[in-house]
C-alpha cells in the first residue's frame, strides 16, 4: 500500500532531526551487519520473493535485485520478528528513502556501491510488522538494486493486501512536481538531495487526499524543449531512466485514470540564462508531447498544468505558447483539461507551498465530472 504523505508529517520532522545517528547507521552497518548476523541466526528474504509488493517504475530486468529508480516508488512487506535489515546491491549517486515500520520512520541514504546492509536501528517487538521503504529523492539524482531484507531465522513473510485505490493518479513534470528542496532552509541547495523529498511534494499530496495509487515520473531542470539538463521531457518520460536511449518502460502495466503534466518553467528559465529568447517551437513540441501521451493512455483524464514558482508566471511569452498548445490540443481531446497554480514562489516551492498548492488542485478536482463521485463527495 502506499505510504500516504499525510500520515507521515508527525513523524518526518523526527527522523530529520534524527538523521545524523540514521547515516552513522548506513555507514556502520556495513561493517557490524555479519557480526550480528553470527550473534542471532539471520535469513535473507530475497527482493524476487512475492511477499513483496512493487508499486512505481521499476527496472525489474533482474527479478532478485530490482533498481529503483522513479521517486515516489514503493515496497513494501509484511514480516515477523524482532529484527530486520534492508539490503541493497549497486547504488549509483545519491538514493535516499523513508522507511517506514508499524508507523515509525526512519530517513536512509543508500551510499554508492556494490552492496549496503542498512539494519532498522528501533526495537522491534514479536508479532507481524508492516515494513514501507518509499525513495524521497528523485530518479535524476540516482538509483539503487534493492535485494531484499534480512530477518530473524524463521521468521515469515506475507504479502500486503492489494491496495483498494478507486484512482491512479500519474503526476510528470520538472523540479516543482518532484519536490525537490521542499525541505531546504532560506537558500535552494543541490549538493545533497537529503532535503529534496518527493513524499511531500504537491504530487503525493493531492493523490493522498484521494487515496489514489500515483506514480511520479519527473526530472529537475528538464524541459519541453530545452532546460537544464542534456535530455528534454519526451526522451524520458516513458524510459525506465531519466536518459536518453534507456530502455522503454512497460506503460500497459499499470494504467492511470488521471494523468498531470507540469512542464514549461525550465524552457523560459535556463533560455534567459543564456541570454536566449524563449524557444519559439514550444508551442507545437508541447503539442506533441501531449499527444504522445495521449497515444499512450487513450482512455486516461489529461490535465494540464502550469505554475508553482514565479518563472512560469512572469514570462508573457511563455504563458502566450503554452496557452496556444492547450486550447489546441484541447479542441480535439474532449479528455483533457487544464488548471494554473495560483501560487507560486521565487525559490522552489517548500513543503508548505507544495500544501498551498495541492489545496488548491485538490479543491478543483472535486468539482469536476470526470472524477468519481463517491471521491468528489469526500
Same mark, same amino acid.
Given at each position: 500500500?502506499?505510504?500516504?504523505?499525510?500520515?507521515?508529517?508527525?513523524?518526518?520532522?523526527?527522523?530529520?532531526?534524527?538523521?545524523?545517528?540514521?547515516?552513522?547507521?548506513?555507514?556502520?552497518?556495513?561493517?557490524?551487519?555479519?557480526?550480528?548476523?553470527?550473534?542471532?541466526?539471520?535469513?535473507?528474504?530475497?527482493?524476487?520473493?512475492?511477499?513483496?509488493?512493487?508499486?512505481?517504475?521499476?527496472?525489474?530486468?533482474?527479478? $532478485? /535485485?530490482?533498481?529503483?529508480?522513479?521517486?515516489? %516508488?514503493?515496497?513494501? #512487506?509484511?514480516?515477523?520478528?524482532? &529484527?530486520? +535489515?534492508? @539490503?541493497?546491491?549497486?547504488?549509483?549517486?545519491?538514493?535516499?528513502?523513508?522507511?517506514?515500520?508499524?508507523?515509525?520512520?526512519?530517513?536512509?541514504?543508500?551510499?554508492?556501491?556494490?552492496?549496503?546492509?542498512?539494519?532498522?536501528?528501533?526495537?522491534?517487538?514479536?508479532?507481524?510488522?508492516?515494513?514501507?521503504?518509499?525513495?524521497?529523492?528523485?530518479?535524476?539524482?540516482?538509483? $539503487? /538494486?534493492?535485494?531484499?531484507?534480512?530477518?530473524? %531465522?524463521?521468521?515469515? #513473510?506475507?504479502?500486503?493486501?492489494? &491496495?483498494? +485505490?478507486? @484512482?491512479?493518479?500519474?503526476?510528470?513534470?520538472?523540479?516543482?512536481?518532484?519536490?525537490?528542496?521542499?525541505?531546504?532552509?532560506?537558500?535552494?541547495?543541490?549538493?545533497?538531495?537529503?532535503?529534496?523529498?518527493?513524499?511531500?511534494?504537491?504530487?503525493?499530496?493531492?493523490?493522498?487526499?484521494?487515496?489514489?495509487?500515483?506514480?511520479?515520473?519527473?526530472?529537475?531542470?528538464?524541459?519541453?524543449?530545452?532546460?537544464?539538463?542534456?535530455?528534454?521531457?519526451?526522451?524520458?518520460?516513458?524510459?525506465?531512466?531519466?536518459?536518453?536511449?534507456?530502455?522503454?518502460?512497460?506503460?500497459?502495466?499499470?494504467?492511470?485514470?488521471?494523468?498531470?503534466?507540469?512542464?514549461?518553467?525550465?524552457?523560459?528559465?535556463?533560455?534567459?540564462?543564456?541570454?536566449?529568447?524563449?524557444?519559439?517551437?514550444?508551442?507545437?513540441?508541447?503539442?506533441?508531447?501531449?499527444?504522445?501521451?495521449?497515444?499512450?493512455?487513450?482512455?486516461?483524464?489529461?490535465?494540464?498544468?502550469?505554475?508553482?514558482?514565479?518563472?512560469?508566471?512572469?514570462?508573457?511569452?511563455?504563458?502566450?505558447?503554452?496557452?496556444?498548445?492547450?486550447?489546441?490540443?484541447?479542441?480535439?481531446?474532449?479528455?483533457?483539461?487544464?488548471?494554473?497554480?495560483?501560487?507560486?514562489?521565487?525559490?522552489?516551492?517548500?513543503?508548505?507551498?507544495?500544501?498551498?498548492?495541492?489545496?488548491?488542485?485538490?479543491?478543483?478536482?472535486?468539482?469536476?465530472?470526470?472524477?468519481?463521485?463517491?471521491?468528489?463527495?469526500?
Amino acid at each position: 500500500m502506499p505510504l500516504y504523505p499525510m500520515r507521515i508529517r508527525r513523524f518526518v520532522l523526527r527522523a530529520l532531526a534524527g538523521a545524523a545517528s540514521v547515516f552513522l547507521l548506513v555507514g556502520t552497518g556495513l561493517a557490524q551487519g555479519s557480526g550480528s548476523s553470527a550473534a542471532t541466526a539471520r535469513e535473507v528474504v530475497s527482493a524476487s520473493d512475492p511477499a513483496f509488493r512493487y508499486q512505481g517504475r521499476f527496472d525489474m530486468g533482474n527479478p $532478485a /535485485a530490482p533498481v529503483i529508480v522513479w521517486e515516489s %516508488s514503493r515496497i513494501s #512487506v509484511g514480516f515477523s520478528g524482532t &529484527s530486520l +535489515a534492508l @539490503l541493497f546491491g549497486r547504488s549509483v549517486d545519491q538514493n535516499y528513502f523513508n522507511v517506514q515500520v508499524d508507523g515509525e520512520i526512519q530517513v536512509v541514504a543508500v551510499e554508492p556501491g556494490s552492496h549496503a546492509e542498512i539494519p532498522w536501528p528501533v526495537t522491534l517487538g514479536q508479532g507481524l510488522h508492516h515494513l514501507v521503504l518509499i525513495k524521497r529523492s528523485e530518479a535524476a539524482a540516482g538509483s $539503487a /538494486a534493492f535485494k531484499g531484507i534480512e530477518v530473524a %531465522s524463521g521468521a515469515v #513473510v506475507e504479502r500486503p493486501a492489494a &491496495s483498494k +485505490a478507486a @484512482l491512479r493518479m500519474l503526476f510528470l513534470g520538472d523540479s516543482i512536481t518532484v519536490g525537490a528542496c521542499d525541505e531546504d532552509g532560506a537558500a535552494d541547495q543541490w549538493d545533497s538531495r537529503r532535503t529534496h523529498n518527493a513524499t511531500l511534494s504537491y504530487a503525493a499530496l493531492t493523490a493522498d487526499a484521494f487515496g489514489a495509487d500515483f506514480e511520479n515520473i519527473s526530472v529537475s531542470g528538464i524541459g519541453v524543449v530545452t532546460g537544464y539538463v542534456d535530455v528534454t521531457f519526451d526522451e524520458v518520460w516513458d524510459r525506465l531512466y531519466p536518459a536518453r536511449g534507456a530502455p522503454r518502460a512497460d506503460l500497459t502495466a499499470w494504467r492511470p485514470d488521471v494523468i498531470f503534466l507540469n512542464l514549461g518553467g525550465n524552457d523560459t528559465s535556463y533560455s534567459k540564462s543564456k541570454g536566449r529568447p524563449f524557444p519559439t517551437s514550444f508551442a507545437n513540441s508541447y503539442f506533441m508531447l501531449v499527444s504522445a501521451i495521449r497515444r499512450a493512455y487513450p482512455d486516461a483524464q489529461l490535465v494540464l498544468l502550469r505554475g508553482g514558482m514565479s518563472e512560469t508566471e512572469d514570462d508573457p511569452v511563455l504563458i502566450a505558447a503554452w496557452t496556444e498548445a492547450v486550447r489546441r490540443y484541447e479542441a480535439q481531446d474532449s479528455h483533457s483539461t487544464h488548471f494554473v497554480f495560483l501560487h507560486h514562489t521565487d525559490l522552489h516551492p517548500r513543503v508548505a507551498d507544495h500544501r498551498i498548492m495541492a489545496d488548491e488542485l485538490i479543491h478543483w478536482l472535486l468539482g469536476q465530472a470526470f472524477m468519481p463521485p463517491r471521491l468528489a463527495s469526500k
